[in-house]
């Protein structure tokens, strides 16, 4: 079996192929003057690992060209499932956007692996989907890093949170909504004493950064001595990362799923395990 690193994902697929004791096949990836985009794989293999985070368009044309350019059984790793936020018409007309991915995926692929998506709707819309989940990686990160609470953003992320918080060995809340009059909505957490405290947001996604820059806000308010956040995927759209660093949030940490400099913490152990079990 070789390994296929797309664009979106090569320190992951290579910390996969060292875990597994894989080769990266050669690739060719390119975009032509018009837009269009390219993909050639030189493997002679006759199984294939894809491994590849949907950050973008861009990112599903490539994993899309790659399946299509492979031969034999294709395991498809999709560390970050783009798409996934649409999981079902939330207003009559709309595409489930998952819905669509799956297929074209599925169509492909003898299995696909995935981390923590975003929703059990989402998941879904696979027949053939493992989702591994890393919030104990997330919790592991911060073991014995000093006193914190690790808050959810809403109460619809608490279990995740748990999960987290249990590595950790910490307390855990969410934060609740609590309308104040028609035009302004407050978060309190639920049950914690968050003054002069350290708290960590842990969410799934941070894309624009507008659930943490919110929360932050509102705990720095209630007392908190210093807020930091913690995702599965670091998506930060848009400058997120510098809006959420000039709102007063002290760290931003994150996994591998989406490769940048808040990677640090890596889902490879977990999804080569994920792999030798299929
Ligand atoms: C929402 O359901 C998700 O769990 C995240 O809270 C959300 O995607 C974060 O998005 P943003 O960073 O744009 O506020």
């Given at each position: 079996?070789?390994?296929?690193?797309?664009?979106?994902?090569?320190?992951?697929?290579?910390r996969?192929?060292e875990?597994?004791?894989?080769?990266?096949?050669?690739?060719?990836?390119?975009?032509?003057?018009?837009?269009?985009?390219?993909?050639?794989?030189?493997?002679?293999?006759?199984?294939?690992?894809?491994?590849?985070?949907?950050?973008?368009?861009?990112?599903?044309?490539?994993?899309?060209?790659?399946?299509?350019?492979?031969?034999?059984?294709?395991?498809?790793?999709?560390?970050?499932?783009?798409?996934?936020?649409?999981?079902?018409?939330?207003?009559?007309?709309?595409?489930v956007?998952?819905?669509?991915?799956?297929?074209?995926?599925?169509n492909?692929?003898?299995?696909?692996?995935?981390?923590?998506?975003?929703s059990?709707?989402?998941?879904?819309?696979?027949?053939?989907?493992?989702?591994?989940?890393?919030?104990?990686?997330?919790?592991?990160?911060?073991?014995?890093?000093?006193?914190?609470?690790?808050?959810?953003?809403?109460?619809?992320?608490?279990?995740?949170?748990?999960?987290?918080?249990?590595?950790?060995?910490?307390?855990?809340?969410?934060?609740?909504?609590?309308?104040?009059?028609?035009?302004?909505?407050?978060?309190?957490?639920?049950?914690?004493?968050?003054?002069?405290?350290?708290?960590?947001?842990?969410?799934?996604?941070?894309?624009?950064?507008?659930?943490?820059?919110?929360?932050?806000?509102?705990?720095?308010?209630?007392?908190?001595?210093?807020?930091?956040?913690?995702?599965?995927?670091?998506?930060?759209?848009?400058?997120?990362?510098?809006?959420?660093?000039?709102?007063?949030?002290?760290?931003?940490?994150a996994?591998?799923?989406?490769?940048s400099i808040?990677?640090?913490i890596?889902?490879?152990?977990?999804?080569?395990?994920?792999?030798?079990?299929?």
């Amino acid at each position: 079996m070789d390994i296929i690193a797309c664009p979106s994902s090569p320190l992951l697929a290579k910390r996969i192929a060292e875990s597994l004791k894989l080769n990266i096949a050669e690739v060719e990836f390119k975009r032509f003057p018009d837009g269009e985009l390219y993909a050639r794989i030189n493997s002679s293999e006759d199984e294939h690992l894809v491994v590849c985070s949907l950050r973008s368009n861009e990112d599903l044309i490539f994993l899309i060209l790659s399946m299509e350019a492979l031969k034999g059984k294709i395991y498809t790793v999709v560390p970050y499932m783009g798409y996934a936020r649409q999981d079902k018409v939330f207003l009559s007309g709309e595409a489930v956007s998952i819905r669509a991915v799956a297929k074209i995926i599925e169509n492909y692929a003898e299995k696909v692996l995935t981390v923590n998506i975003h929703s059990k709707d989402a998941a879904s819309h696979f027949t053939k989907l493992k989702d591994v989940d890393a919030m104990p990686l997330i919790g592991n990160y911060y073991a014995e890093k000093g006193d914190l609470i690790m808050l959810a953003p809403d109460k619809g992320s608490l279990e995740r949170v748990k999960v987290a918080a249990k590595s950790a060995g910490c307390e855990w809340d969410y934060l609740e909504k609590k309308r104040i009059d028609a035009y302004t909505v407050e978060f309190y957490p639920k049950k914690v004493e968050i003054e002069n405290r350290r708290v960590v947001i842990v969410d799934d996604i941070i894309s624009t950064g507008g659930t943490v820059i919110e929360a932050s806000k509102q705990l720095r308010k209630l007392g908190a001595r210093e807020v930091e956040t913690a995702c599965i995927h670091a998506v930060l759209a848009s400058f997120a990362a510098v809006r959420i660093f000039s709102s007063g949030v002290k760290e931003i940490v994150a996994t591998d799923t989406v490769e940048s400099i808040f990677s640090k913490i890596s889902v490879a152990e977990i999804l080569a395990s994920a792999l030798k079990d299929l």
